[in-house]
């Protein structure tokens, strides 16, 4: 966790987790999941990443809590397998391979609706801010969206959650020059049995890239759609 000003070179962050809290079971609704932050790194302040390699992060939504009498609580937030920011970052010779993100399960609501599942914003990085991204591979990423929660009381099952980004989630500005992304996946949750309306799928897009970026060049790129 970064609120300063943090430089790493040379280094290695492998199978790391963050992971959101269980929401609890409740008598009338069950609880939210928490939302999981940056699998191996996140960073609030300045960043710099140099020649830094992340195998095999994680980062998940705690599951919503069931409910004995109402509505299942909604499924947590993953954001960012390996990274998660709202500050600046800049990332130069750096290789992310396999990370995942995935949202969690909504809850089950067996007299009402099922909870809805969390989104997945990101398998690699997800960045709400400023990022620079130069000479990098972002390679073999997944971003799986949260199951929706059943209902048995006849009334709609939960939605699936949506994914989105299996290399890079990017709400703020980026720019990226000389990179590599490729074989990123994405899966929206499926939504929930009920009695009269199932729940919707989960919708997914940006296999490798979700958001807007401003290329300089030479960047190789699977999917962005």
Known sequence: LNSGNLSLVNCTLQANVAAG???????????DGGSGYGGALCNFGGLSLLSCTFNSNSVSGGNGGASSGLNGGTGGIAYGGALYSTGTVSIVNC???GQTAKGGGGGDGPT????????????DIYSASALSLINCTLNGGSATGG?????????????????????????????LQNNILSSGRVAGGPGASSFTQPGANGTASGPEVSGTVTSQGHNLIGETN
Do not use: E, H, K
């Open 21 to 31: 809290g269980q929401g609890g079971t409740g008598v009338n609704n069950g609880g």
């Open 112 to 123: 009402y609706i099922g909870g809805n599942g969390g989104d997945a914003l990101g398998s």
């Open 147 to 175: 199951n929706g929660g059943i209902s048995s009381g006849g009334f709609p099952g939960g939605n699936g959650g949506n994914a989105r980004g299996g290399g890079l989630f990017q709400a703020g500005a980026a720019t």
């Open 95 to 97: 290789t992310f391979n």
